[in-house]
């Protein structure tokens, strides 16, 4: 038999219950009318969706479709809509499209971010900063800025002071790679190009005592590839599903290891370096510097705690495998026309003996620095650049709207377009430096400079800051094979670039160059 209070008290549990479920309900309520809205009234774009999906079509399938046939899609939709924007659903997904004339116009828009663009922490989309193992896309959003800073300040700073260091690197990577044989040899230049750049950019990334690490070299020639393959295959399943597969995916673990494995290799030099400085400023005595991004990393963090093997990698996804692609397809073109590498050589020869191997001297290579930005414009590596994401709605004053949270792109078909270049399918290796003796087009005729025409680089407060460095990298580099080697094409070599993925090409990562060792007019390594 029940007392008084035990029946008292079950009925206040019940009450308590009731309100409870009551409050739930009410809280779920509460949270589905709100979504309302942003479900069905969210605001919608004016501009044209180009490839729209068709009955019995879903935008997954129209995504895997732009992965096979981005060119054709995009060429089509910049016929028909021509200087107008237009939506696309690119291999990640919808973007909006802007003509190339508003590469300009939208250069400096600050609401438009390049790094959540790429981070994208709500979606699976890009580069998926918000999983294991992708943190260094994460890292462009750090609220120190430290590899934006690092490379605006410190690297471009001290171009004139690693100049040295680079070239010592690639007499040692260059003799690795290619040896001092006379005899003609084949390699798949590509891989050897790689092999190059990873060496000479981890000797300014990392410094002295990490740059010839076999180990590191290898984490960072392949952490991009990784993070690129992972991040594509992720692109095409359902977002709710994205960190579940991330944890079974062999390529996700492979990003994992890379990541892990950098970590392993860095933190005792860098605890090393502490323990150095730590003991100087006890004893007090000059506190020792390191030329190198991992000094000035240290030094731009203002002592904020940050993953410094994110930060390596994430330079070493910026930089080594753009620049070996443009290193690789000049060397491939130049090959083709042995007469214009003799042009090169008599113009470095010439100023390096006037000035020694200095940063100025690097500017004053007008010739190669035309035949870079020509092999940039000929053959870009995508047609679709300047990735951003709205951070809020955009009005621009000639009436463009921006959706907050929408993804941009700009089309740089200016580069390939026969009406601004003449006889644009044509390699000219004298383009740009005929432009750079013109005083109305000498700005833009440099390799490094940005603008509608070229924009390779990007344009605006977004525009690669380490295009600087790389410019000289490259430079460095092609003063040591030109001079050092003598260079032709293989058999079955083909110029003919390959559609990889969208509206992104390539040349032949197989094709092969023959090489042999020539005496150079000059002895690099005296020069400083």
């Known amino acids: 038999m029940h007392s008084p209070f035990q029946s008292s008290q079950t009925s206040s549990l019940r009450t308590k219950a009731s309100r409870m479920i009551s409050l739930i309900v009410t809280s779920f309520l509460i949270l589905f009318i709100s979504s309302v809205p942003l479900k069905f009234f969210k605001e919608k774009s004016q501009y044209p969706l180009a490839n729209p999906p068709g009955w019995f079509q879903t935008r997954l399938s129209k995504q895997i479709e732009f992965l096979r046939a981005g060119l054709e899609i995009a060429e089509k939709a910049r016929k028909k809509y021509g200087d107008k924007p237009y939506r696309l659903i690119a291999e990640q997904g919808e973007v909006l499209v802007l003509p190339p004339a508003y590469a300009h116009k939208i250069r400096n828009e600050e609401s438009l971010s390049f790094s959540k663009a790429i981070r994208q922490l709500r979606s699976p989309k890009d580069f998926n900063g918000h999983l294991a193992g992708f943190e260094p896309f994460r890292f462009l959003d750090h609220d120190q800025q430290i590899v934006q800073r690092v490379i605006r300040k410190q690297l471009t700073k001290y171009l004139n002071t690693v100049t040295e260091p680079i070239s010592l690197e690639a007499t040692f990577a260059v003799r690795l790679i290619f040896g001092d044989d006379h005899d003609w040899k084949a390699t798949c230049i590509k891989e050897s190009m790689l092999d190059l750049i990873a060496r000479i950019s981890s000797r300014v990334f990392l410094g002295e005592e990490l740059c010839r690490n076999e180990e590191w070299i290898n984490i960072t020639k392949a952490y991009t590839v990784n993070a690129f393959t992972a991040s594509l295959k992720m692109s095409l399943i359902p977002k709710f599903l994205v960190r579940v597969y991330s944890w079974f995916s062999a390529d996700c673990k492979s990003v994992r290891k890379n990541l892990e494995d950098s970590q392993r290799i860095i933190e005792p030099v860098i605890k090393k370096r502490q323990a150095l400085k730590a003991r100087a400023q006890k ?45 690789t397809q000049t060397l491939l073109r130049l090959a083709n026309e042995p007469e214009q590498i003799d042009r090169l050589r008599e113009e470095i020869v010439r100023v390096l003996g006037a000035e020694g191997l200095k940063k100025s001297a690097l500017f004053n290579m007008k010739l190669l620095d035309s035949a870079l930005k020509e092999t940039q414009r000929v053959k870009p590596n995508g047609l679709l650049v300047m990735r951003r994401m709205a951070t809020q709605r955009i009005n621009l004053p000639d009436g463009l709207v921006i959706r907050k949270g929408e993804r941009v792109t700009t089309d740089a078909s200016n580069m390939i377009n026969p009406e601004i270049y003449e006889n644009p399918k044509k390699y000219n290796i004298d383009r740009y430096a005929r432009m750079r003796d013109n005083p109305e087009t000498a700005n833009k005729a440099h390799l490094v400079s940005t603008g509608t025409d070229n924009l390779t680089f990007g344009h605006g407060i977004h525009a690669c800051p380490g295009r600087f460095f790389a410019a000289n990298e490259i430079k460095v580099a092609l003063c040591h094979l030109l001079l050092k080697y003598d260079w032709r094409l293989a058999d079955r070599t083909s110029l003919e670039p390959m559609r990889t993925i969208g509206v992104m090409t390539t040349l032949d990562p197989r094709n092969l160059l023959e090489y042999r060792r020539r005496k150079e007019e000059v002895n690099l390594e005296s020069l400083f």
Do not use: K, M
């Open 283 to 327: 004893e007090g005595t000059p506190i020792p510097t390191f030329n190198d991004a991992l000094d000035w990393a240290e030094l731009e963090s203002e002592g904020v705690n940050y993953d410094r093997g994110v930060l390596q990698l994430l330079l070493s996804f910026a930089a080594i495998h753009t620049t070996t692609d443009l290193l």
